[in-house]
């Protein structure tokens, strides 16, 4: 019996430790869906560049459904962010290029999180199984003493 409350205990706290896993998991993958989410405001507003002559008036995102509206100067060349808080200027042709390659990046990254979000699921419903079964057969045993 009393091995079977121990094994109890044992499980609980791996219980507690996979829901503190998923939860981490889950505020990666947001913070991965927010660098998806910019990433493709940034593709098409490069896109949407392509076709524009000095002068052109365009709206440009500033962020949580926003726009400025700005005039074309030059839409051959842009600075674009490469990672760590360093931005470079690229031709719009590679800028979107790499916007592109970010983004599948981020994308594989995505997949990977959630890949491991469905294993710790898994891992949870098993051990839940468990806590439940011996849950059962504790009460069981404590229901047959007062009787």
Do not use: C, W
Not at 75 to 99: C, D, L
Not at 117 to 122: F, N, S
């Amino acid at each position: 019996m009393a091995a079977d409350e121990e094994t109890l205990r044992r499980l609980i706290a791996e219980m507690q430790l996979l829901e503190g896993t998923a939860e981490e998991i889950q505020a990666r993958i947001n913070i991965v869906d927010a660098a998806i989410t910019e990433l493709r405001v940034s593709g098409e507003t490069l896109d949407g560049l392509k076709d524009k002559a000095k002068g052109d008036s365009i709206f440009v995102p500033i962020g949580g459904g926003s726009y400025v509206k700005a005039k074309v100067d030059d839409a051959r060349k842009v600075i674009i962010g490469i990672g760590a808080g360093i931005a470079v200027e690229k031709k719009t042709e590679e800028a979107r290029e790499s916007v592109g390659n970010q983004l599948a990046d981020l994308e594989k990254i995505r997949a990977n999180f959630q890949q491991q979000l469905i294993q710790v699921a898994r891992a949870m419903e098993e051990t839940r199984s468990k806590v439940s079964e011996i849950s059962e057969k504790l009460s069981k045993r404590e229901a047959g003493k007062i009787v």
